[in-house]
């Protein structure tokens, strides 16, 4: 899940996901459909915001692609928050 920043434009949203699908696909993963849930109010302020920019971003990866994402992720200008899980398979 990725929260970005609700001023930012389309470009900027667009541009947000597709760092994120190409660092999947360059450590040899396998990102799924992207699911913008839109802008839903946050449960705290995160840097005065009040709102934030909803995506959920499932994918298949190598331990390899978390550790750059987590990276890219953290200094992503727009990202508010991020939060990788890991979901066993079934």
């Avoid at 840097?47 to 978390?66: H, R």
């Avoid at 991020?82 to 066993?88: A, C, L, Q």
């Amino acid at each position: 899940m990725v929260i970005v920043d609700p001023d930012a434009d389309e470009a900027a949203l667009g541009q947000a996901v597709d760092r994120i699908t190409k660092i999947i696909t360059e450590h040899e993963g396998t990102p799924g459909t992207v699911d913008h849930w839109g802008k839903r109010k946050l449960a705290h302020e995160i840097d005065k915001k009040s709102e934030g920019q909803y995506f959920i971003v499932p994918f298949q990866a190598e331990p390899t692609a978390l550790t750059e994402l987590d990276r890219v992720l953290s200094l992503a200008d727009e990202v508010l928050r991020f939060k990788i899980v890991r979901m066993d398979a079934a």
